[in-house]
């Protein structure tokens, strides 16, 4: 698929700024005849054709964008979904914006809202949340590169031209596998979640970081948490089942290292002094736990903002796709220790 003019291009090639090309291509009398020319002929040079969200956006714009939630329990009261929507909040706020909240239920996604919002105007843009490797049907906007649609925090491979903004997760999980080994464990016990691509890209990454250390696979044993705390109690059993000498157990978010650190209190463990505990993210509840988690810091307020004006970025036809990336940073407390001799 060949790379989409933007009115980004149109103003380069005719010397003036987008708002200038935005305003000729809406026809505003303003625009004198000389620019208005040369603006038309950088269009018809690149057969540039508005897309019809950026076209609505200048002209009966719904100043609103739609953010849809995941349809899982207690999903508003999240804490990695409420710091994804403060951020989000923040951006479309700050330019006069309001908020559409759906959940992708079953009607939701038999009914193809998804995409009903954004055919009517009901919304300027979508910013889709807490998406899984399950959720085919976001297949169309590989083939809708028109519409202003934006994956937060996921990606997928095989649907390259899907608009994304996401934390670099496999940076995230060698920051994290450096600091374990860097402290000299060497039987490290995971638990991380399989059904989101950027879960499977920390695993492997962290995995395959462990192997170049020389880690044998029996020494890094594995378990779904689900990104739940319940099931990341029940996920450390798991590990301390498959192997008891683990010295270090390392949890692909925080609410399972809490489930963690919880199962391990229940066998009579310290941590860190018998077994070390790290996760990512590095919200609120880290902060709270006895000890302190250490963790890597992902900014999901950050990330929430980025993914606001990139939507609107894309509704405004400035740009035609983005595939932006944060970076986390290793925040070291005190739930992880050298292993005991």
């Not at 499977?200 to 192997?211: G, I, P, R, S």
Request: contains cysteine.
């Amino acid at each position: 698929m060949g790379k989409r003019t933007t009115i980004a291009d149109i103003a380069r090639e005719s010397g003036f700024s987008q708002s200038t090309v935005s305003l000729v291509i809406n026809n505003n009398p303003r625009i004198s005849d000389d620019t208005r020319a040369k603006v038309l002929a950088a269009i018809e040079k690149f057969g540039y054709k508005p897309n019809i969200q950026a076209r609505g956006l200048a002209l009966r714009s719904s100043r609103i964008v739609s953010v849809v939630l995941p349809d899982i329990p207690n999903v508003f009261s999240d804490p990695y979904f409420g710091a994804l929507l403060g951020g989000i909040y923040a951006g479309i706020s700050d330019i006069g914006f309001k908020l559409l909240i759906e959940l992708a239920n079953m009607k939701f996604i038999r009914t193809q809202e998804y995409l009903n919002i954004l055919d009517i105007s009901q919304a300027d843009g979508m910013l889709f949340l807490g998406s899984t490797n399950y959720d085919q049907y976001l297949s169309v906007f590989q083939d809708k590169p028109g519409y202003p649609f934006v994956l937060v925090n996921n990606h997928f491979p095989k649907w390259p031209d899907i608009s994304h903004v996401s934390v670099d997760y496999s940076h995230s999980a060698k920051l994290a596998a450096d600091h374990l080994l860097g402290l000299g464990h060497r039987k490290i016990g995971i638990i991380t979640g399989t059904n989101v691509q950027t879960a499977v890209d920390f695993l492997e990454t962290f995995e395959t970081t462990l192997k170049d250390a020389g880690i044998l696979a029996e020494d890094m044993p594995w378990a779904d948490g689900r990104f739940s705390e319940k099931v990341g109690f029940e996920a450390a059993r798991v590990v301390l089942t498959l192997n008891p000498a683990v010295t270090a157990i390392m949890c692909g978010n925080d609410t399972m290292a809490v489930g963690a650190a919880r199962y391990l209190k229940s066998r009579g463990l310290r941590v860190p002094e018998d077994i070390s505990v790290m996760g990512v993210e590095d919200l609120p509840l880290a902060r709270m736990m006895t000890p302190k988690l250490t963790t890597v810091t992902h900014n999901l307020h950050q990330l929430g903002q980025l993914a606001s004006r990139q939507v609107m970025a894309l509704a405004r036809d400035e740009i035609d796709t983005c595939s932006d990336m944060l970076r986390g940073e290793l925040v070291i407390r005190e739930s992880t220790a050298p292993p005991r001799s």
